[in-house]
């Protein structure tokens, strides 16, 4: 079915200027204010809390693992595993920014619904958000594919280490924001299985070419549902999940407002666009928010 554009009483406006201006966080505050307003993360809310994201300036061409080449390659999982070990070490140790704590109070103040995000590093959790929909998973909990017992990551990572003592290097280079990172030397890997049943063990991340369990994105239409309006922080949108939310918002003619650094491909579909940084922006938006 061809996408309907959303019409809208007041232009698209972008802020092109490092510092976002302060009538474009004033503007947003008007559009946003006396609404419940659901929230939608990307990679872009946790990089100032050190954690890379896809598409910015410095980020490292890559491939994502896709679900498919997890389950067939034994090589693949083993680089995979060795990889995703390392990153995971750097997600556990990283701690919520102020945009993340910008959100975590304005649900406390009753004016976010809660907040749908991409990201896998739990961040919006450890910042004290409660309603969190994790559409693509955690870096924090491990599954078995065969009889799917759940198992804590800090588990896992332990037998990792056991069975790899080579994997405790504190260098982490080309992090990216699934928690993978690129390694050159894994052959010596030793994936630990499920010790319930001895099956294939992966990380509770949505994989490239995998689908967003269909009980999440029920939980972020229940949240759109509950919503009056929609802020979209941090995100390009090029993957379909963010679209489908956006669509969910477009569909009841929500106000949509986009923060992010550089082009989404929701940019027409907003009733106001601001070219900057999640956390600036985020902050602006409690303080004018919030009594």
């Given at each position: 079915m061809p996408a309907i554009r959303a019409t809208y009483a007041d232009p698209v406006i972008t802020a092109e200027s490092p510092a976002v201006p302060e009538e474009l966080?004033?503007?947003?505050?008007?559009?946003?204010?006396?609404?419940?307003?659901?929230?939608?993360?990307?990679?872009?809310?946790?990089?100032?809390?050190?954690?890379?994201?896809y598409r910015g300036k410095g980020s490292p061409v890559r491939t994502p693992m896709s679900?498919?080449?997890?389950?067939?390659?034994?090589?693949?999982?083993?680089?995979?595993?060795?990889?995703?070990?390392?990153?995971?070490?750097?997600?556990?140790?990283?701690?919520?920014?102020a945009g993340h704590l910008a959100l975590t109070a304005l649900e406390a103040g009753g004016r976010v619904a809660g907040v749908v995000t991409q990201n896998v590093d739990d961040l919006h959790l450890k910042a004290g958000t409660r309603h969190v929909v994790d559409l693509h998973g955690s870096?924090?909990?491990?599954?078995?594919?065969?009889?799917?017992?759940?198992?804590?990551?800090?588990?896992?990572?332990?037998?990792?280490?056991?069975?790899?003592?080579?994997?405790?290097?504190?260098e982490v280079t080309a992090l990216s924001p699934d928690g993978d990172v690129q390694i050159a030397?894994?052959?010596?890997?030793?994936?630990?299985?499920?010790t319930v049943c001895g099956g294939m063990l992966k990380p509770d991340v949505v994989f490239f070419g995998e689908f967003v369990p269909p009980a999440k994105f029920r939980e972020a239409e229940g949240l759109l549902r509950a919503s009056e309006a929609?802020?979209?922080?941090?995100?390009?949108?090029?993957?379909?999940?963010?679209?489908?939310?956006?669509?969910?918002?477009?569909?009841?003619?929500?106000?949509?407002?986009?923060?992010?650094r550089g082009e989404t491909k929701g940019d027409a579909r907003a009733a106001l666009r601001i070219e900057g940084g999640a956390t600036e922006v985020l902050e602006g938006l409690r303080d004018r928010l919030l009594p």
């Amino acid at each position: 079915m061809p996408a309907i554009r959303a019409t809208y009483a007041d232009p698209v406006i972008t802020a092109e200027s490092p510092a976002v201006p302060e009538e474009l966080l004033d503007r947003a505050a008007e559009l946003l204010a006396g609404r419940r307003i659901a929230v939608l993360t990307g990679a872009g809310v946790s990089t100032d809390s050190g954690i890379p994201d896809y598409r910015g300036k410095g980020s490292p061409v890559r491939t994502p693992m896709s679900y498919q080449r997890f389950l067939a390659d034994e090589q693949a999982r083993k680089r995979y595993w060795a990889g995703s070990h390392l990153g995971w070490r750097r997600f556990q140790a990283a701690r919520p920014n102020a945009g993340h704590l910008a959100l975590t109070a304005l649900e406390a103040g009753g004016r976010v619904a809660g907040v749908v995000t991409q990201n896998v590093d739990d961040l919006h959790l450890k910042a004290g958000t409660r309603h969190v929909v994790d559409l693509h998973g955690s870096m924090h909990t491990v599954s078995c594919l065969d009889c799917g017992q759940t198992f804590d990551r800090g588990g896992i990572a332990s037998r990792l280490t056991a069975l790899n003592p080579w994997l405790e290097s504190d260098e982490v280079t080309a992090l990216s924001p699934d928690g993978d990172v690129q390694i050159a030397e894994f052959d010596e890997t030793v994936v630990p299985t499920c010790t319930v049943c001895g099956g294939m063990l992966k990380p509770d991340v949505v994989f490239f070419g995998e689908f967003v369990p269909p009980a999440k994105f029920r939980e972020a239409e229940g949240l759109l549902r509950a919503s009056e309006a929609l802020l979209i922080a941090g995100s390009s949108l090029v993957v379909n999940s963010g679209i489908r939310v956006l669509e969910l918002a477009r569909r009841r003619r929500l106000p949509i407002v986009i923060v992010n650094r550089g082009e989404t491909k929701g940019d027409a579909r907003a009733a106001l666009r601001i070219e900057g940084g999640a956390t600036e922006v985020l902050e602006g938006l409690r303080d004018r928010l919030l009594p």
